[in-house]
């Protein structure tokens, strides 16, 4: 286990520039924080967060020519959301690089920047860390920190809510999954 993280570690160290790299390390730290206020599995969470955005410094070419190799976009409609075809691919180099076989880490990092319909707990979990981990420095992301920390999934559910709206102003498509995961927040 030690031996698998320092070679994660090295991969982000060498692969991600320094704010992806902080980035990653911040939501790590507050995954492990989080993990236990949703009852999720640490082990899970922690791999989960180390290598969810291992693919995010990746040139566009490179990303769409790993999707199209590996298949990892099939059935999907990743491929036209360019923002996030690094959550895919990244499930793909941590099957590959890392021997990830755990299919709830696995999705948790393909699914990281949309959520899906009933996301595992895992899922959850990083996608709240990755709002408001410590380096995020949005307009109220300070208000979501208080937020998710008072209650995870009904803080989660207001910032994904928000950040729709957003994007919906600006006449850019939403990804449908993100719509499936604020319905599922809604009855969990
Ligand atoms: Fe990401
Ligand atoms: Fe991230």
Redesign the pocket.
């Known amino acids: 286990m030690k031996a698998l993280y320092s070679r994660i570690v090295g991969y982000l160290n060498r692969e991600l520039d320094s704010k992806r790299f902080l980035h990653s390390l911040g939501v790590v730290q507050t995954a492990l924080v989080f993990a236990p206020l949703l009852e999720a599995d640490i082990e899970k969470v922690c791999l989960a967060a180390h290598l969810?955005?291992c693919a995010?410094c990746m040139g566009r070419d490179r990303l769409l020519q790993i999707a199209d190799e590996s298949g990892c976009c099939e059935g999907t409609p990743d491929r036209d959301f360019p923002n996030i075809l690094?959550?895919p691919v990244g499930a793909h180099i941590a099957r590959k690089e890392f021997g990830v076989e755990d299919q709830e880490v696995l999705d948790a990092i393909r699914f990281?920047?949309t959520g899906c319909a009933n996301p595992s707990r895992t899922l959850t979990v990083l996608m709240a860390a990755?709002f408001c981990e410590p380096t995020r420095n949005f307009p109220g992301v300070e208000e979501a920190r208080i937020a998710i920390r008072r209650d995870l999934v009904g803080g989660l559910s207001a910032a994904l809510g928000k950040k729709v709206l957003h994007v919906e102003e600006t006449g850019r498509p939403v990804h449908p999954r993100v719509y499936e995961m604020m319905e599922s927040l809604k009855h969990a």
């Open positions: 969810h955005d995010k690094h959550a990281h920047p990755d």
